[in-house]
């Protein structure tokens, strides 16, 4: 299980880094502003960093996390715990602030036996890692619970609908830069894309204005048969009667 902690409120500067910190980093950690290097304690980097390489974080981006982190408790529940998929659920979202964390992202990232699954195979409502999908929906609403002041107002996971997730450290405001016009217009253009991994979309036309072979259907022939129109249930005319 994983707490939620407080934020330390101890804000004191250390003279030198840590001593979790790595040796190519240090050069880094002397770049740091006086706030960015009270952030960057050892509990931010096990948190932020505890399972990567040197070279895929910079202590920017974990003072950044951490920041928001700190911020985020200001409006979360207290004294609640996570299990690990759950923590590594929002943690996910959190390091991915600022954009939507897709749903195969998610799958391909918490499961392991996903992590070779194609596209398709993720996407697909009835494929083998569909299952994965449902405990991820059920996952985001334990976490909305354990997390959210009020998890019928979410203010920090926030749905994309058929896309998937996104972290907010702080509640939404109308001076928070957010262009949520353009979040609308990216989720709609995800799910037309995922459609099309699906392969749920129609086939394109070719010139003739036919239907030719679609992705979904790569053997798919277009039948060429007149269309007539036939008389109604009602009895009414139609252009073929004479």
Request: aromatic residues 8%; without cysteine.
């Amino acid at each position: 299980m994983h707490a939620v902690e407080p934020p330390n409120d101890d804000t004191r500067l250390s003279p030198s880094p840590p001593s979790e910190l790595a040796p190519s980093k240090v050069a880094e950690w002397a770049a740091l502003s006086r706030a960015e290097r009270a952030l960057v304690t050892p509990a931010a980097l096990t948190r932020w960093a505890g399972d990567l390489d040197d070279d895929d974080y910079r202590l920017t981006d974990i003072a950044r996390l951490e920041r928001g982190r700190q911020r985020s408790l200001q409006t979360l529940r207290d004294g609640i715990e996570l299990t690990d998929l759950e923590f590594a659920f929002v943690r996910l979202l959190q390091r991915h602030e600022g954009r939507v964390v897709r749903l195969d992202e998610l799958v391909r990232t918490l499961w392991e036996d996903a992590r070779q699954a194609s596209p398709r195979e993720l996407w697909d409502r009835h494929g083998p890692y569909a299952r994965h999908v449902r405990h991820l929906y059920n996952i985001a609403s334990v976490v909305r619970t354990k997390l959210e002041i009020d998890p019928l107002r979410p203010q920090h996971i926030a749905t994309i609908r058929s896309v998937g997730y996104r972290w907010y450290s702080a509640p939404p405001s109308r001076d928070d830069g957010e262009d949520y016009a353009a979040r609308y217009e990216d989720a709609r253009a995800a799910r037309y894309e995922i459609r099309g991994i699906r392969g749920e979309l129609p086939p394109p036309r070719d010139p003739s204005g036919r239907f030719g072979p679609g992705p979904s259907h790569p053997d798919y022939a277009a039948i060429d048969a007149p269309v007539t129109r036939r008389r109604s249930s009602k009895g009414h005319p139609t252009d073929d009667d004479d």
